[in-house]
């Protein structure tokens, strides 16, 4: 019977090898492991996992497409809710997301949903070719995206394809938001598969530049007022790292995860030819337990220093994904656990030479759901270390909020944005971290795609 085949594994770089290497972890399925792992599908009437998707891709019908090899098929199905199947097979939570609800998860392994999205989204790039999409008729309306992250890209996608003028203004100098400075190469690639969703973007006449600051180089209010622009989707995610308010924490040798990520990232400073330095330092304590800090951490054993995850909670709340957990431990990771920094200890020169901290237990559950942690008293050791990484989340950057007029935002510094993404300033439109605080690619992909509707909603009655 189908589903008592074991689940196809998939295939990874050697975890010794590529602790030492920045190239992607896994391979991904070739065609027959597809066809096969797609085998395993119950093909269910009332499908758990497309609830469980947050932009509801019809997940059983593009595997039965997958089984039949029936890989273009699969990719057009895809696509009618993802904009970026390559990217969410690689970085989306898929066990607390569709592989969390898939029924054959409650005897055995669920279905590879994620790996199989990976592999049609890959089998689509490889067989895009170089035609130029069909572009629609233009209706004569213009859009500005500001940020071209996964809501940006989105959002800008589905303008296109209803035939508006769409340009994309992107502050760094490269496209993708997060996708390129922060989540690191090993997890996905950014000229083998970002670069292609990007030009997949273009080639339905997005115009995209880059080196654009919204709110310096030109505000909102600019991009309608005097820039002859119809609506402007703001999508600047939430790139403003937090810190813990502790002593030390200006020494030389502590960074924001952000700021060691684009350095390794965005600015290849793990390259020798790179102008950009990076210090990983003899051994780096990355705190948190999230996406962040796996990347982060592992980025610091790549470039040879011990690395080790600093988390008050225990693991069963580290809010990481667990195939990251996984990989960072096969790759030689320390976690410790229940342990919280109370003061970075400095050298006579102004560097870190380890952290104070205090050893934490759980108590009640918080307003989050989760246990909330408190100091054991009297648990107070030191922790040898020269470099900190602060991995504690982030918001939004306050230069749009306070360059454009009329558009509020709340005690988090989000913008304030309905359901479809409507503002509270006419004709401004916003989605993704930028108004939820940093959340998931996916979330932010589907925010794009309701604002892009509400847009065309707003402009065809305007
Ligand atoms: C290191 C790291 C790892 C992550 N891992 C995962 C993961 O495994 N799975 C997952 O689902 N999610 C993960 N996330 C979260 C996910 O990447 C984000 O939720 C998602 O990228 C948000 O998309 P966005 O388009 O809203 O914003 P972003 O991706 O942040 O893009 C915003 C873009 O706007 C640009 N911008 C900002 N301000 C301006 C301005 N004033 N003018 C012009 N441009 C501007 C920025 O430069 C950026 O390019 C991770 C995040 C990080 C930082
Ligand atoms: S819940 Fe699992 S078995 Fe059922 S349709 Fe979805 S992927 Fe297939």
Not at 303 to 318: K, Q
Request: net charge negative; aromatic share 4%; with cysteine.
């Amino acid at each position: 019977m189908a589903n008592r085949i074991p689940r196809v594994p998939v295939r990874e770089q050697d975890p010794k090898v590529r602790a030492t290497n920045f190239e992607e972890v896994c391979y991904g399925y070739d065609g027959d492991e597809a066809v096969a792992e797609a085998g395993r599908c119950l093909n269910c009437r009332n499908p758990r996992c497309v609830g469980a998707c947050p932009v509801h891709v019809s997940i059983p019908e593009f595997i039965a497409k997958v089984a039949g090899g029936d890989f273009a098929g699969a990719a057009a199905t895809i696509a009618r809710d993802s904009s970026l199947p390559s990217v969410c097979g690689r970085v989306c939570p898929q066990e607390s997301q569709c592989e969390g609800s898939c029924v054959l998860g409650i005897k055995q392994e669920p279905v590879a949903i994620g790996k199989l999205e990976r592999f049609v989204g890959d089998w689509a790039i490889a067989h895009a070719g170089e035609a130029p999409a069909e572009k629609p008729a233009r209706n004569g309306k213009r859009v500005a995206v500001v940020g071209s992250g996964p809501a940006g890209l989105a959002c800008a996608s589905d303008l296109a394809k209803a035939g508006y003028e769409v340009k994309i203004f992107e502050a760094l100098h490269k496209v993708g938001g997060v996708l390129v400075y922060g989540i690191p190469e090993f997890r996905l690639p950014k000229e083998a598969i970002v670069a292609k969703e990007v030009e997949a973007v273009k080639r339905l006449g997005v115009e995209i530049e880059t080196d654009v600051v919204i709110g310096r180089t030109m505000t909102v209010d600019d991009l309608l007022d005097h820039e002859g622009y119809d609506a402007v989707f703001v999508g600047s995610g939430a790139g403003l790292p937090r810190f813990m308010g502790i002593e030390g924490e200006n020494l030389n040798g502590v960074f924001s995860a952000n700021e060691f990520l684009t350095r390794a990232n965005l600015m290849h400073a793990f390259d020798d030819k790179s102008d950009t330095p990076i210090i990983a330092g003899r051994k780096a304590v990355v705190v948190g337990g999230g996406n962040v800090a796996m990347d982060a951490v592992r980025t610091a054993k790549r470039l040879g220093a011990e690395a080790v995850i600093m988390y008050r909670r225990s693991e069963a709340e580290l809010p990481a994904r667990v195939e990251e957990v996984h990989h960072a431990k096969e790759e030689g990771v320390e976690f410790r656990m229940l342990t919280n920094p109370v003061r970075i200890l400095a050298d006579e020169a102004g560097w870190v030479k380890g952290l104070e901290c205090v050893e934490m237990e759980l108590g009640e559950p918080d307003e989050s759901g989760r246990r909330s942690p408190r100091v054991k008293e009297g648990s107070e050791f030191t922790v040898d270390c020269d470099v900190v990484i602060m991995a504690l989340g982030t918001s939004p950057n306050p230069l749009i909020k306070s360059t454009t007029k009329g558009l509020d935002t709340n005690r988090r510094g989000c913008i304030v944005a309905d359901e479809t993404g409507r503002t509270s300033r006419e004709g401004v439109f916003a989605g993704g971290d930028a108004v939820t605080g940093a959340a998931t690619v996916i979330l932010a992909m589907g925010a794009g795609r309701k604002a892009a509707r509400a847009i065309d909603e707003y402009l065809s009655a305007k």
